[in-house]
Structures are given as C-alpha cells and as structure tokens.
C-alpha cells in the first residue's frame, strides 16, 4: 500500500481551517477530523469525556490536554487504513508531543490571516451551533437567512465571535500555538499561508497538497472512504 497522508491545518479563529478543511478533504479525499466537532459529538452522545469537556467549553475554556489527548488519539488510531487532516488539534506543545508519539506527520498547514480580517469575518460568522457549520454573511451565506441549509435549524452569532472577545482569543491562540508552531518549522514540516483572502490562499495550498500527496493516491482513497 502506498504511504497515508497526514496533515494538520493551524491558525486563529477566524483564519479559515474549517473552510479550507472542506475544500481539502473534497479535492484530495483526506479524512477531515475536526477536534470542535468531535468534542461536540461527544457531549450529544453524553460520553465520558463529553461530559467532562462540556464544563469547560461552557466557560469559554479550552478543554484540558489529558482529556483532549485521550478523545482524540484514540479516534486517529482507528484511522491507520485512511490519509487524514486535524483541525483544531493539535492547540498546545502537550497536544503536539502526544500527537507526535503515535504519528509522523507530512504537512502542517499554518494559516497566517491579519487582525482585521479575522475581526470582520468572525463579526459575519453565523453557527449552527449542535453541528459546528458556520456561514458568513458574503462570503458563504445560507440559502436561508438566519437557518441552517441542512436541518432548517436557527443560526447563532456566538458570543466569542465579537470583537471585544476575539483580541484576548488571539492573544491566547499565539501564545500556546508558538511552541508549536516552532516545533513544526524544526521539523521542516511548516507551510505558511498569508493572506486576505482564502479564495488566494487556496490555489496555493492546492499546489502544495498535487506535489505531496502521491499520484492517485487521493483518487483510490476517496472512493474507500465515502
Ligand atoms: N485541541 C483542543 N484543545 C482544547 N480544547 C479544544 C480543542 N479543540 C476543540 N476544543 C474545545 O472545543 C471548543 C470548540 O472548538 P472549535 O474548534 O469548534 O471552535 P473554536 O475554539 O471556536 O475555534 P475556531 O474559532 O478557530 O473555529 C473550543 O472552544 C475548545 O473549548
Ligand atoms: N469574507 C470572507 N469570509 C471568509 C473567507 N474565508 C472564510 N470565511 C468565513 O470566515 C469565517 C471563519 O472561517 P472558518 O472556516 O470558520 O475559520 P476557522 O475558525 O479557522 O475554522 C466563516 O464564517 C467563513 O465562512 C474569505 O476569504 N472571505
């Protein structure tokens, strides 16, 4: 069997991982694994871990390493027959360095979005907030104002969108991401995207993905995984 693809998108809020997540996994069949949407499954289905994470998440906090750690790792190691994409994990060195005893990871796509930018999208980001889907305004609208496409549900603006809270969010984000941004440019793994706009970050990150993932790989591994 050819090598499995491992990839991990980072960047703040805001900075566009779960929009260019879904262009990726779309383009090149990679399993999209969100770390917010895994936690949110977890707290529907009342797990042990979605118990305890839910308190947490409830408070604006990030859920501790050692419980984020032992939802997760486990998740990927079920995934050994597919080539993947983390998003939303690892967020801290501890995450990275557990990550990093059960895998050897190809490509770290670092998302690198200025302030403004990421204030003006968030105050336009509109959730389903049980299914983690988010829309914006312009950018990507719902076919119904205010209601989810897929479940007709209410969308919500969350409250750590505004703008007053996405400042201490960011500061918060670069400091636990530089640790681990730095240990990715150690390893020669680190792909930094800047700009404004993700439809111009994408063709790039497109070129990037065609000259690292093998040729037909990304073709056999959508059609054993959907
Ligand atoms: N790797 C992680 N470590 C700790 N907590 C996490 C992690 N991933 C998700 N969480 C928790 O789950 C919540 C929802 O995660 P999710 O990534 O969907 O949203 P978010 O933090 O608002 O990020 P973004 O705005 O970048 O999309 C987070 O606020 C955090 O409490
Ligand atoms: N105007 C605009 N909005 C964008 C662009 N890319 C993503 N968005 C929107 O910005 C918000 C943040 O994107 P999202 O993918 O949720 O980022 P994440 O928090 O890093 O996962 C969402 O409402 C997206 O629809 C862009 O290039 N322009």
Redesign the pocket.
């Known amino acids: 069997m050819s090598k499995l693809f491992r990839a991990v998108i980072m ?5 566009g ?2 929009t260019i997540s879904e262009r990726i996994a779309h383009s090149f069949g990679l399993k999209h694994i ?4 895994f ?2 499954e977890n707290i529907s289905a009342n797990t042990e871990a979605g118990v305890l ?1 839910k308190t ?2 409830k408070k ?6 050692h419980v ?1 750690t032992r939802l ?1 790792l486990p998740r990927l190691e079920e995934m050994t027959k597919y080539s993947w994409l983390l ?6 060195l501890a ?1 990275a360095d557990a990550l990093n005893s059960i895998c050897d990871l190809d490509v770290v796509i670092n998302l690198n979005i200025p302030l403004e930018t990421l204030k003006e999208r ?1 105050r336009h980001r509109w959730t389903h907030p049980s299914s ?1 889907r ?1 829309y914006n305004m312009y950018f990507n609208p719902p076919r119904i104002q205010g209601l989810d496409d897929i479940t007709g549900e209410q969308l919500i603006q ?1 409250e ?2 505004r703008p007053e809270a996405l400042v201490a ?1 960011l500061r918060h984000y670069k400091d636990i991401a530089k640790p681990v941004i730095d240990l990715y440019k150690a390893k020669s793994i680190l792909y930094t995207f800047s700009d404004t706009e993700t439809d111009r970050i994408w063709p790039n990150i497109s070129t990037l993905l065609s000259t690292k993932i093998p040729i037909g790989q990304s073709d056999a591994r959508c059609a054993s995984t959907h």
């Open positions: 960047g703040p809020p805001g900075s991982k779960g969100s770390s917010g949407d936690v949110r994470a947490y998440i604006g906090l990030l859920v501790p390493d984020m997760l998003d939303g994990f690892p967020r801290t995450q968030l983690g988010v969350q750590d969108d969010r």
